[in-house]
């Protein structure tokens, strides 16, 4: 077992020059790694020092047997009350990998409350002095100068945020809870901003592999690093045989390994460490973003100058789509499962739309026709477990019965112009199917599948107007989300559930 504490509190910080109120653990922001082996127990006691509930999911663990430790409030759990604590105990028995954690709180995590967790194990096909001989864990994310509740509340208002109920455009991105805002392009006098340097770490000349994390809200990055090509070797939790690029995309919830080797860099030498913001998939731009966030590499010692290494000379794509599925290949090979049937398949089809509420119209994202609506209080685990029903008005939902032990989710992209990035809980799943247009569950029945091999992930971008059949073992009993990983379609209602084994529960 290994046992941390954690004290979550509100202070004033400016990760990238601009003061702001944001959230942190143990003072921290990002908060502290969680490393663990595989089949250890985690004992995490979170103490609550905010004015309002929170709660902390742990994105892309299992958690089976412990389905009310996924961190959800109103599915898996109520919240953390302000001034309250509570101890998340679950195991990490048969995953390993680059996983994360953040708040499943309102907007939390996007003020700060998420973190890394890595988790080793001697089944890893990539071994440390072989493969690799150190490791660096990377976070990326987008940053608001507004704090996140107010936009969230602003979004869901007629009017929208500044305008508009599209996703906003952040005001800089952070590595590792680092980056940099011009902050002479601001015109109001009352904010407190000083322009900070870059950040920097200092590494040895070795092949170094990179665990990298979005834990963003919106942007799809871009990550690189100058003169050196990546050779991925993870995606989410599965390593994998992965291409060697000059740039990977990750998008909000996912993870990417890559190991890039410093062998022939000399003592003094440094370059930098990229994330670019996709602005191609933004509605608007906030003319004062710099899109291109940097990290220094310092080889063997930081003589305290900036790289003067350049960017790769390429633009980003206009979509804001993963990797080709050919180019990940599981390095463990596993067959997806077979002989599943229609009555093996389920169905999502999301879409952004209108909520009229007595004659007013609201911007929402849609679920088989239904918007999410969270009462905290009322979490669904409490009510399956209670022999009660989940009510469809709250969210889209469906059951997968006790002697189902393998099914087929489709999901339809109905957004033509916007590419989601959706994260199961619960589970990882096998991409088996990929297309244009949507899927039915009828037609289901005469597409081609994927079952050699397959991609394994936990988070998939589909894109606009796409659909995506994932397969999956449904053996783990509770009331999972499946939902946009950007922050802000989720506070819009974009969110469905998947309910496993309801007589287990």
């Not at 995490?44 to 089976?64: A, D, F, K």
Request: proline residues 6%; negative net charge; hydrophobic residues 35%.
């Amino acid at each position: 077992t290994r046992s941390y504490s954690w004290t979550i509190a509100a202070q004033t910080g400016a990760p990238d020059g601009y003061d702001k109120t944001l959230y942190t653990i143990n003072g921290q922001m990002p908060g502290p790694l969680v490393e663990a082996n595989e089949g250890d127990t985690l004992e995490i006691t979170v103490t609550n020092t905010l004015s309002e509930g929170t709660s902390i999911h742990w994105h892309g663990m299992y958690q089976n047997g412990t389905a009310y430790e996924d961190g959800v409030p109103g599915f898996s759990q109520c919240p953390i009350p302000a001034g309250s604590s509570y101890t998340y105990t679950f195991s990490t028995a048969g995953q390993y990998g680059t996983y994360w954690y953040h708040s499943h709180s309102s907007t939390q995590y996007t003020d700060g409350i998420l973190g890394p967790m890595i988790i080793h194990s001697p089944s890893d096909p990539y071994v440390r002095g072989v493969d690799f001989t150190s490791e660096q864990v990377i976070i990326v994310q987008d940053w608001y100068h507004d704090g996140a509740e107010y936009i969230a509340t602003e979004l869901l208002t007629t009017d929208g945020y500044d305008g508009s109920s599209a996703a906003p455009s952040p005001q800089s991105g952070l590595i590792n809870g680092a980056g940099v805002f011009n902050c002479s392009l601001l015109t109001d006098s009352d904010v407190t901003c000083t322009t900070p340097d870059p950040p920097a770490i200092t590494v040895a000349a070795e092949k170094i592999r990179f665990r990298v994390i979005n834990g963003g809200s919106h942007a799809q990055e871009h990550v690189s690093i100058d003169l050196h090509y990546l050779n991925v070797t993870g995606a989410d939790g599965t390593a994998v045989l992965g291409p060697s690029v000059a740039r990977v995309p990750i998008h909000n919830g996912q993870r990417y390994d890559f190991i890039a080797d410093f062998s022939d860099a000399s003592d003094g030498d440094s370059f930098w460490f990229r994330g670019e913001l996709n602005t191609n998939c933004f509605a608007s731009t906030d003319d004062d973003l710099n899109a291109i966030t940097r990290l220094a590499i310092h080889i063997g010692t930081n003589n305290g100058t900036e790289p003067t290494t350049n960017d790769w000379d390429a633009d980003l794509p206009t979509s804001c789509v993963d990797f080709d599925d050919s180019d990940l290949t599981p390095v463990t090979a596993e067959e997806a499962p077979l002989g599943l049937t229609t009555a093996n398949v389920r169905q999502y089809t999301s879409a952004f739309g209108q909520l009229t509420v007595d004659s007013t119209s609201y911007s929402r994202f849609f679920v088989n026709s239904t918007t999410y609506t969270n009462y905290a209080y009322q979490p669904f685990l409490a009510t399956i477990n209670n022999g009660s029903s989940i009510d469809s008005s709250r969210v889209a939902f469906a059951e997968v019965a006790d002697d189902e032990w393998a099914i087929d989710v489709i999901i339809n992209n109905g957004d033509q112009n916007l590419d989601h990035p959706y994260h199961l809980h619960g589970a990882d799943f096998y991409i088996v199917a990929r297309g244009d247009g949507t899927m039915t569950v009828d037609e289901w029945s005469s597409i081609s599948f994927n079952t050699t091999n397959p991609p394994r992930r936990d988070t998939l971008v589909i894109p606009g107007g796409n659909y995506a059949v994932l397969r999956l073992y449904s053996d783990i009993p509770g009331v999972w989300p499946l939902h946009c990983h950007i922050a802000w379609h989720l506070a819009e209602g974009f969110m469905g559930a998947l309910v496993v084994h309801p007589e287990a529960i």
